[in-house]
């Protein structure tokens, strides 16, 4: 049988069931609903207008209004009769009530009038005992169909519910182990189903499918192995160190280049847990450290210092993450890391050249220009004689351009310090509020030509710190010059020292410039970067010296810029770093 004419054939009986169960419960729900709705209407209404008549005959002599009552509920009683024998007891009551007004003394007649009301109320008592058992025996009629009906519905929806769902789920399950030894390329797998239903015609499909499968695996196995001697001979001649380790660590495949660092040979190596190996050897170690404990991990910009055959060398390390999403699946799985050593030791030695050539010439520069300052400040005395203004202009350009130069000169050597590891930190006390001062001096002339107002704002608990002055001054310098140089005229520029906890001091500037867009500002700090389209003149190297200098004396530097509000540049620094 089809599984969709099955799942028809159960869901349509469990449909016919419940239109059963339902027509059932309805009908005799109507049943006891007529039944007992007769009670109400024929009885029950008859016994309250004779008690009501029963109470007005009892104040006919005191109450004029007693007879009116009487006559009252005996002309309802006498549209509400149902019963056999209760049309002629109403018509001697009726009979009795006219004599009784003309002669409301008479005691007999009210007598007489009691025992007609009394056989009223016991007709109509013993009709609602009647009807009553008939009601009962609907009710126990009604509970003991429905009981049967529901059981056999009962005792169907099980059989549909224990055998529908595994003639279903279990092909289904047994066709997703199946699969599952596909995927694992066990290319043999077969399943078997009888029937012609379409669990049948899927079985037939899946063994014709597993078949073309195990007939193309085993043609292509020898291409698989040439493939994979082809990707060992090109890793075996990559001039730099590569090994590679699956998702428990252990060694895969390891280079010429990686055995000649380590010093190891391939036996020691391929096959063995790599951190067996480090073990024994320091170069591994330091090498699968952040793979062991990932909160070591360094600054991926430093490179290590290993020596070669007697020859000092530098490497650049990096560790590649191989995740695959397996065909027919959505997430991706780890199985292993490639460690990468790329020889770096040529670029180390020219840029190791370059610094040391920017150090002697920056420090070579300084002289002449020294010279052409005096010799400018010589040619302005107007002791050697005047100048006419077209002179004093040339000199005044001359002049900036030497200034200019000098800056250049000095960041430059800056630069050259710092690369080479020479520069010294002068760590000792010093007062906030003199250093701010120094730097508003300094560049006061600078604002004075843009109208600039340079606004302070300094912690009133903060009055001096345990830092380098000469760095730190230097720094702000920087930031604020920059300031006043990328702002409007008639703006201002805050410089802002707050502390920030127990042990950190933040220094900010603020300015109302164009601002820096998003893209650019987590370049700002890089050597020789200028945002595009900056007319201010500059070198690209101030706000890199600047975050060696905060850097090297453990603190940060960061900015907030948005474009047409300005930018804010802050720095923070430990409030005593001894």
């Known amino acids: 049988m089809k599984i969709k004419t099955k799942l028809n054939a159960g869901v349509g009986l469990l449909f016919l069931m419940i239109i059963i169960l339902s027509t059932l419960g309805g009908w005799f ?7 007992t709705q007769n009670i109400l209407v024929a009885n029950y209404n008859t016994l309250q207008y004779s008690r009501n008549m ?75 005992q009647l009807k009553s058992s008939i009601a009962n025996t609907t009710a126990q009629n009604a509970i003991a169909v429905v009981s049967v009906a529901g059981i056999l519905c009962f005792l169907i929806a099980f059989i549909l519910m224990v055998n529908l769902p595994a ?131 360094k600054d991926p910009s430093e490179s290590l210092k290993i020596f070669v055959e007697g020859k000092e060398n530098y490497f650049e390390k990096e560790i590649v993450d191989i995740n695959v999403i397996p065909t027919g699946e959505t997430e991706s799985h780890f199985i292993g890391q490639v460690i ?24 070579e520069f300084k002289t002449p220009i020294s010279s ?28 900036d351009d030497a200034i200019r130069l000098l800056k250049i000169t000095g960041e430059l050597l800056n630069l050259a310090q710092l690369e080479t590891g020479v520069t010294q930190l002068n760590i000792h006390p010093f007062e906030i509020n003199s250093m701010i001062r120094e730097v508003v001096n300094t560049n006061k002339s600078a604002a004075d030509k843009k109208q600039i107002v340079i606004i302070t704002q300094i912690d009133p608990q903060l009055t001096s710190m345990i830092a380098d002055e000469e760095k730190t001054l230097w720094v702000l310098n920087n930031i604020v010059s920059n300031a006043i140089r990328y702002s409007s005229d008639n703006s201002q520029v805050n410089i802002k020292v707050e502390k920030i906890d127990h042990n950190n001091v933040k220094f900010s500037v603020t300015d109302h410039g164009p601002g820096i867009e998003k893209q650019y500002q987590k370049h700002i700090f890089t050597r020789y970067f200028r945002v595009p389209g900056t007319k201010a003149e500059g070198t690209g190297l101030g706000l890199s010296i600047s975050k060696e200098f ?25 409030e005593n770093l001894n």
């Open 29 to 35: 729900i109507y049943q006891l609903k007529k039944d």
């Open 54 to 128: 029963l109470l007005a005959l009892e104040e006919i002599d005191t109450d004029s209004l007693a007879v009116a009552e009487f006559q009252k509920n005996l002309t309802l009683q006498s549209k509400n009769i149902t019963e056999n024998g209760e049309k002629e007891t109403t018509q001697s009551i009726r009979n009795h009530f006219l004599s009784l007004k003309q002669n409301k003394a008479n005691k007999d007649l009210q007598s007489s009038i009691r025992k007609e009301i009394t056989e009223l109320m016991q007709l109509n008592m013993s009709a609602i």
């Open 167 to 297: 003639n279903i789920a279990n092909p289904i399950r047994e066709l997703t182990a199946s699969i599952h030894q596909i995927a694992q390329q066990n290319y043999r797998q077969r399943v078997r189903f009888e029937g012609n239903s379409e669990f049948g015609e899927l079985a037939r499909s899946f063994n014709t499918m597993a078949e073309k499968l195990q007939e193309y695996s085993e043609s292509r196995i020898d291409k698989i192995l040439k493939g994979k001697k082809r990707i060992e001979t090109l890793i075996d001649n990559m001039h730099d160190a590569v090994i590679g380790i699956d998702e428990n660590r252990k060694v895969l495949f390891v280079n010429d280049e990686a055995l000649k660092i380590s010093g190891l040979k391939r036996m020691d190596f391929v096959g063995r847990q790599i951190q067996d190996i480090a073990v024994t050897n320091d170069l591994i170690r330091n090498l699968i450290r952040e793979i062991i404990d990932p909160e070591s991990k």
């Open 340 to 363: 990468m050593l790329r020889n770096i030791t040529p670029f180390k030695e020219l840029d190791l050249a370059k610094t040391h050539f920017i150090g002697t010439v920056s420090h």
């Open 372 to 399: 052409i300052q005096m010799g400018l400040q010589l040619l302005e005395n107007d002791k050697i004689g005047s100048l006419n203004e077209e002179q004093q202009k040339l000199i005044k350009g001359i002049s």
């Open 550 to 574: 905060i850097e090297s004396q453990s603190g940060s530097i960061d900015v907030e810029s948005e474009i047409g509000k300005g930018s804010t540049f802050t720095f923070i620094l430990k």
